[in-house]
């Protein structure tokens, strides 16, 4: 298995422009979770889905931040425009149930630089 | 508001010694809780986990114990070796939705 993908590694664009991050569950798994880390605020929950349906939003920072699920093998997220706060690594995870944490795993991130 | 947060922020051992890394959460409806590794440049790992109805579970090496009188989780790493040096997360779920809530993390540096 070659565990959550996520695309691409690293991510430098300047601000005010549209950025992609990307991801690719783990086959099988029926949920999926977009995180934030940084270093003032730690690791936040941005968004999660549920067989493909998001369910909980409230920790996407702004409108300028939206995330799909178009179908259970990929995920987007996706920020415009982008600005220097924005600058984070970002996480994809997945699992096989809500709640079971034993299969919670995480992808390698996407370290975003927004100069 | 409702919080996860690690006691200290930097752990040094020295090798083959045994490490404590503290946590304390403040949400009483949490029933589940994770211990995280992440090295750098990686995503979190999973290490463990114990459910409220627990106060005590073992995995190798790794033991993690959970104090629901004072809302208190730790992580115990039985004779800790250069590997183990990473940042460490503790992180609850309460309702079992899984939605985890993450503490800020301990970096554990081992001295060989």
């Known amino acids: 298995d070659a565990g959550v993908i996520q695309s691409p590694r690293h991510e430098v664009t300047e601000m005010g422009q549209e950025v992609t991050l990307r991801c690719k569950p783990i086959s099988g798994h029926n949920s999926l979770f977009w995180y934030r880390q940084t270093m003032m605020r730690g690791l936040e929950l941005l968004i999660y889905?549920?067989?493909?349906?998001?369910?909980?939003d409230s920790g996407m920072p702004e409108d300028r931040f939206s995330a799909k699920m178009p179908n259970a093998s990929f995920s987007t997220l996706k920020i415009q425009p982008s600005e220097p706060r924005d600058s984070a690594v970002y996480f994809c995870?997945?699992?096989?149930?809500?709640?079971?944490?034993?299969?919670?795993?995480f992808g390698s991130g996407t370290r975003l630089t927004v100069v | 508001g409702e919080s996860v947060g690690l006691h200290l922020p930097t752990l040094s051992v020295q090798e083959g010694d045994n490490s404590i890394i503290n946590c304390a959460y403040s949400?009483?409806?949490?029933?589940?809780f994770i211990w995280y590794k992440q090295e750098s440049g990686k995503g979190p790992q999973f290490i463990i986990d114990i459910r409220s109805n627990m106060d005590k579970r073992q995995g190798q090496r790794v033991t993690v114990l959970l104090n629901k009188t004072v809302k208190h989780l730790s992580l115990q790493i039985a004779a800790t070796q250069p590997g183990d040096s990473a940042v460490y997360f503790c992180?609850?779920?309460?309702?079992?939705?899984?939605?985890?809530?993450f503490g800020q993390g301990t970096t554990l540096q081992v001295k060989p």
């Open positions: 889905f549920n067989n493909n349906v998001p369910i909980d």
């Open positions: 949400n009483s409806a949490s029933d589940y």
């Open positions: 992180a609850e779920d309460s309702g079992n939705t899984g939605k985890l809530i």
């Open positions: 995870a997945s699992s096989l149930a809500g709640g079971q944490a034993d299969g919670y795993t």
